[in-house]
C-alpha cells in the first residue's frame, strides 16, 4: 500500500495469452481483498471492465502482457489496466444492436468513469476507471430504453 492507493500487478509472460482466464482469476482473486472497501456493484463491474480489455487484447493483438488494479481510496477511484504488445488503441464505434460483435468499448465507456490508453515502449496500456462507491440513485438516469447509466 502507497499511501492511501493499493496497486496489483499480474504479468502474463512473453507467451500469447488467447483467452482472459488468468487475467480475470488475478481480478476476481484481488478484488475479492478489497471488495469491503467498494460499493455493492463496483467489483462486479471491474469484472466485467476487465474482461471486456483483456478480450479485446486477446482478439485484437497477440494477447494482453499484463494486467494491474490500482485502488485510490483518496481519489475514490478503482482502475483497471490491460497491457499488450500493440500500438493500436481500441476505437469506440457507432453502436449497432444488431452485430453480435463490437460491444465491448461501448460497456466499458458505459460502466467507466473514464478509459484511456497508455503508450508504452513495448506496446500500451488500456486503462479504465470505476468510482470506489455506487453512485445516488438520482445520479443513474434510466435512458428510456430499461438502461441505466452513471453520469460521466
Not at 482466464?21 to 481483498?33: I, N, P, Q, W, Y
Not at 460499493?39 to 502482457?65: D, M
Amino acid at each position: 500500500m502507497i499511501g492511501h492507493r493499493l496497486h496489483y500487478h499480474r504479468d502474463l509472460g512473453d507467451t500469447p495469452v488467447t483467452r482472459p482466464g488468468a487475467g480475470l482469476d488475478f481480478v476476481r482473486g484481488r478484488l475479492s481483498e478489497i471488495a469491503d472497501r467498494l460499493g455493492r456493484n463496483v467489483a462486479q463491474n471491474a469484472v466485467l471492465v476487465a474482461c471486456e480489455l483483456l478480450t479485446n487484447a486477446c482478439v485484437h493483438t497477440k494477447g494482453p502482457t499484463g494486467i494491474d488494479l490500482e485502488l485510490d481510496l483518496d481519489g475514490g477511484r478503482l482502475t483497471v489496466g490491460v497491457s499488450d504488445p500493440s500500438s493500436l488503441v481500441p476505437l469506440l464505434r457507432p453502436y449497432r444492436p444488431a452485430e453480435p460483435h463490437g460491444h465491448g468499448m461501448h460497456i466499458v465507456d458505459g460502466l467507466a468513469t473514464a478509459w484511456g490508453v497508455s503508450r508504452r515502449a513495448d506496446g500500451k496500456t488500456v486503462w479504465a476507471t470505476l468510482a470506489v462507491q455506487d453512485p445516488p440513485p438520482a445520479a443513474r438516469p434510466d435512458l428510456g430504453d430499461g438502461v441505466t447509466r452513471a453520469r460521466k
